[in-house]
């Protein structure tokens, strides 16, 4: 079966740094997305990564090892508002999305 | 501003009634698609569609109905509600680039559907 798997949860503090790790099994693979989920609100697009490396955005930052079935996210100097659920999904061989259940991370001051 | 709209935001119903959740997007995208999600659980594919007149199931197709009769209208039909259709429905667009080297073919999300069925 194809499965994506993160930590359910994460604690960090204001101003550090936090990496979201993101492991995945899937027939076939055409790209790693990562979407922000604020509680009660729809997710929103952070990142995308279909060769290896790491891509980097401002604050945020995702790598791709696709031999190994792994990606992370990467935040930089914390803010509050960084308090949210992050949502890892691969696109398989048919252009499908699988979705992980989300890494809820908690920001404290 | 939101560029892809769901409404009810919240609905309350009894078991057995038919609801109709409706999704509509101004960006004219081809693809759009219906997710089911309770907390902290994945998102769960129930329906999508590849264009006008065009509509497939997901991997939970939840006893709902979908229709694509226009590119920007989307709505999601429930014929006889039960409790365990309990959840958030969000509704989502994207741009056609299967098969595309130009880039990702990233979902842009409404607000979502808090459906409660009693």
């Known amino acids: 079966g194809q499965n994506i798997d993160q930590p359910t949860e994460m604690t960090a503090t204001e101003g550090a740094i936090v990496q979201i790790n993101c492991t995945y099994q899937?027939?076939?693979?055409?790209?790693l997305f990562w979407y922000q989920q604020h509680a009660g609100e729809a997710p929103t697009f952070l990142s995308y990564?279909?060769l290896d490396g790491l891509e980097e955005k401002g604050r945020f930052s995702s790598f791709l090892s696709r031999s190994k079935g792994y990606s992370y996210l990467l935040l930089k100097e914390l803010q509050m508002k960084d308090s949210a659920s992050y949502l890892c999904?691969?696109?398989?061989?048919?252009?499908?999305?699988?979705w992980g259940a989300g890494t809820k991370l908690i920001i404290k001051p | 501003e939101a560029d892809i709209y769901q409404t009810p935001r919240y609905l309350v119903i009894g078991t057995g009634k038919k609801i109709t959740l409706e999704c509509s997007q101004t960006?004219?995208?081809?693809?759009m698609y219906w997710y089911q999600q309770d907390p902290g659980m994945e998102l769960h594919l129930i329906h999508y569609?590849?264009?006008?007149?065009?509509?497939e199931k997901g991997d939970l197709s939840s006893e709902s109905t979908v229709s694509r009769i226009r590119t920007e209208h989307f709505p999601l039909t429930l014929e006889s509600a039960r409790p365990s259709h309990t959840s958030q429905y969000l509704c989502?667009?994207?741009?056609?680039?299967?098969?595309?080297?130009?880039?990702?073919?990233?979902?842009?999300f409404g607000a979502g559907s808090r459906l409660t069925v009693l």
């Open positions: 999904a691969v696109m398989d061989s048919n252009y499908q999305l699988i």
């Open positions: 899937t027939s076939g693979f055409n790209g």
């Open positions: 990564n279909v």
């Open positions: 989502a667009s994207s741009e056609d680039r299967t098969g595309s080297s130009s880039g990702a073919n990233v979902l842009t």
């Open positions: 960006m004219g995208h081809d693809k």
């Open positions: 569609s590849y264009g006008v007149n065009s509509t």
